[in-house]
């Protein structure tokens, strides 16, 4: 059996090679694809690094269009990553960061490599590579874990 596999980050990277070479329209058709068929609101200006994927085919998700993200990243299904209003700026994520369902990552912060970031948490402060952030606010629970896979 030879299936197609299609998921949201082979869409995006799609559409962003589409954006970059000015063809008119097709990319607002791609991310309006992209919204109605993931129920997700992922730019094709958002960066998005090579190896990062969508836990449940990136549902519900909602990323800001100056986004950040590493390679390597899993991104949990309804998570949120973009500004805090008129704070201004939007968060930078390093690679190998695993982000838990529903965790909101909000404004002008950086989260580290290697950082696993807790289901439901809410962050808005800066978090240090090789750490595990919790809660509401985050906090940082661990640091200086070796592999964030022992931890999943």
Known sequence: ENVIEMNLVKVHIFGNRISSLRIPI???FIELFIFIFYNSRVPLSAKIGKGTVFAYLGIGCVIHK????????TL???????????????????????IGAGARILGPI????????????????????????????GRIVKTNIDNIDTFL
């Open 76 to 98: 949990g299904q309804g998570i949120t990553i973009g500004g805090r209003g008129k704070r201004g700026g939007v968060p930078t994520i390093g690679s190998n960061v695993f």
């Open 110 to 137: 950086y989260i580290g490599d290697n950082v696993i970031v807790g289901p439901n948490a809410v962050i808005i402060k800066d978090v240090v590579s090789n750490s595990i952030v919790v809660g509401i606010p």
């Open 26 to 28: 097709l990319p607002k």
């Open 66 to 73: 100056d986004s950040i993200i590493g390679a390597n990243c």
